[in-house]
């Protein structure tokens, strides 16, 4: 499978069609490993997720209304597509500018520019966040002066908010059900970005082990949409 071009997006409206999961996935798993993977020169490392942090059996499947995610909040009506301004994590006190990110001249995803480390990326190649569907965001771990937006990303819990305000004034609040790190050779693209029926985020950095100057695997947030403000 192979991508074809840069996807589109912007403030002129919802110009193109929603990439399936595989596309996503394929471009993802390989795109986050162009970023370079960070420095790894940390000792320490960036956090990994707890075994605990894994999405509940039941909330790999379908959408619920906070089913595996200890929330018993209705999930609010999906948003129409707008482009995206900012992320917070406030459990993390990451508060980021989101800038759009599609695929390059060589196909890979565009990674946010390493030079500025508090910058995410939103993928245009799939829906905007609190759009029905998965919404990604991505972003670096770290790089070679030290830790980047995204270097706490595997502490995240259940039941944390991700909060992406949206250019239509609008901020999507998403509640964590899961957090999983996933080695980039066995990337579970369908799990990860099939479409739930309702408004879904997926939040991606680098993780796992450091090998021969690359993270092997990818640090995976599931949220799902709980709230419009």
């Given at each position: 499978?192979?991508?074809?071009?840069?996807?589109?997006g912007?403030?002129s409206g919802?110009q193109r069609?929603s990439a399936?999961?595989?596309?996503i996935?394929l471009?993802l798993?390989?795109?986050l490993?162009?970023?370079?993977?960070?420095?790894?020169?940390?000792?320490v490392?960036?956090?990994?997720?707890?075994?605990a942090?894994?999405?509940?059996?039941d909330?790999?499947?379908?959408?619920?209304?906070?089913?595996?995610?200890g929330?018993?909040?209705?999930?609010?009506?999906?948003?129409p597509?707008s482009?995206v301004?900012?992320?917070?994590?406030?459990?993390?006190?990451?508060?980021?500018?989101?800038?759009?990110?599609?695929?390059?001249?060589?196909g890979?995803?565009a990674a946010?520019?390493?030079?500025?480390?508090?910058?995410?990326?939103?993928f245009?190649g799939?829906?905007?966040?609190?759009e029905?569907?998965?919404?990604?965001i991505?972003?670096h771990?770290?790089?070679?002066?030290g830790?980047?937006v995204?270097?706490?990303?595997?502490a995240?819990?259940?039941?944390?908010?991700?909060e992406?305000?949206?250019q239509?004034?609008r901020?999507?609040?998403?509640?964590v059900?899961g957090n999983?790190?996933?080695?980039?050779a066995?990337f579970?693209?369908?799990?990860v970005?099939?479409?739930?029926?309702?408004?879904e985020?997926?939040?991606?950095t680098?993780?796992?082990?450091f090998?021969?100057?690359?993270?092997?695997?990818?640090?995976?947030?599931?949220?799902r949409?709980?709230?419009?403000r």
């Open positions: 499978m192979s991508a074809s071009g840069p996807a589109e912007g403030e919802h069609k399936p999961w595989g596309v996935a471009v798993l390989t795109g490993a162009l970023v370079r993977n960070g420095s790894g020169e940390s000792p490392g960036p956090p990994q997720p707890a075994k942090a894994a999405p509940a059996p909330s790999r499947s379908g959408p619920g209304s906070g089913s595996g995610s929330s018993s909040v209705s999930a609010p009506d999906p948003l597509y482009a301004e900012r992320v917070r994590i406030p459990a993390l006190q990451i508060d980021a500018p989101v800038i759009p990110v599609g695929l390059d001249t060589s890979w995803v946010p520019p390493p030079e500025d480390p508090n910058l995410a990326g939103w245009t799939a829906v905007s966040p609190g029905k569907g998965t919404a990604v991505v972003g771990v770290d790089n070679h002066e830790p980047a995204f270097y706490g990303l595997g995240l819990g259940k039941g944390h908010h991700v992406v305000r949206r239509d004034g901020t999507a609040v998403f509640e059900y999983e790190v996933f080695d980039k066995h579970p693209g369908d799990r970005y099939g479409n739930k029926g309702a408004p985020l997926r939040v991606i680098c993780g796992g082990e090998v021969d100057g690359n993270y092997a695997g990818n640090v995976v947030v599931f949220a949409m709980v709230a419009v």
